[in-house]
């Protein structure tokens, strides 16, 4: 009986694990915190500060293939809500990237234009492109939530 017991709570746990790892797994590619555009970039919520981090989605990195090339702006640097900011270039094409909201540049990641591959392997983590401090919160309410 307690056999039967404890492989009973085995497969619970076994279950339980399994449903924590493929949260963890979603949370990873769709945070709370975050607020998408239709062209696939993603933007943070602003900090204290109001600064935000940026880049592009794992979806807009597997649709881009290996990316090769990064262009980002030089940090001081500010841009109207949407304007072009910067370039991507992989394999299969070359793209703008745009920012999400206007802004101000308060730092670029530098690891993303000596390994730009690590936008692939990691786009919405360690694969960031921008930190921006915003220039009207409205403008990061409007973008789109996880649920839209």
């Given at each position: ?85 910067g370039d991507i ?59 839209q």
């Amino acid at each position: 009986m307690l056999t039967k017991a404890l492989q009973n709570l085995t497969t619970l746990g076994q279950r339980s694990n399994a449903h924590c790892r493929s949260w963890l797994s979603f949370s990873r590619h769709f945070s709370l915190d975050r607020k998408y555009t239709k062209d696939h970039e993603w933007i943070t919520m602003p900090n204290k500060d109001g600064i935000s981090t940026s880049g592009i989605t794992n979806h807009a990195q597997q649709q881009l293939g290996d990316v090769v090339y990064v262009e980002l702006p030089a940090i001081g640097s500010k841009f109207s809500n949407h304007e072009k900011f910067g370039d991507i270039e992989s394999v299969k094409a070359a793209s703008e990237l745009y920012i999400p909201v206007s802004g101000e540049i308060v730092e670029t990641n530098a690891r993303v234009i000596e390994e730009p591959e690590l936008i692939n392997s990691s786009a919405e983590e360690d694969g960031w492109l921008i930190k921006i401090r915003i220039q009207d919160k409205s403008e990061f309410d409007n973008l789109l939530g996880l649920d839209q």
